[in-house]
């Protein structure tokens, strides 16, 4: 079993930066491939960025990349979503989910098995 547990979300003008962290229970992280998801008021939940155990693969969607970065630390039981220039489009819930271990990292929600409780972000104009 494994929980999680997100911190880092506020409110940021556009452009600003913010920096998201997800704390996981567990002995077995470092096998847990994890992603970040987001959820905007009224619309579906969509995938942002997901990283393997090891950190050395990640995967972003199109309307994020070059603009935010996913690392882990395994040492601290911890993976992070660094998010720049952000955009009022960027407003949402952001959860931290993690697969199943040894599992490969994935673009598709239903691929997770472990969600956090969700963090706000909100981005003004």
């Known amino acids: 079993q494994v929980q999680l547990v997100e911190s880092g979300g506020g409110l940021v003008q556009a452009g600003g930066s913010l920096r998201l962290s997800c704390a996981a229970s567990?002995?077995?992280?470092?096998?847990?491939?994890m992603g970040w998801f987001r959820q905007a008021p009224g619309k579906e939940r969509e995938f942002v960025a997901s990283?393997?155990?090891?950190?050395?693969?990640?995967y972003y969607a199109d309307s994020v990349k070059g603009r935010f970065t996913i690392s882990r630390d395994n040492a601290k039981n911890t993976v992070y979503l660094q998010l720049n220039s952000l955009k009022p489009g960027d407003t949402a819930v952001y959860y931290c989910?993690?697969?199943?271990?040894?599992?490969?990292?994935?673009?598709?929600?239903?691929?997770?098995?472990?969600w956090g409780q969700g963090t706000q972000v909100t981005v003004s104009s």
């Open positions: 989910a993690a697969r199943a271990a040894r599992a490969a990292p994935g673009t598709s929600s239903g691929n997770y098995n472990y």
């Open positions: 990283i393997s155990g090891s950190g050395y693969s990640t």
């Open positions: 567990g002995r077995t992280f470092s096998s847990n491939a």
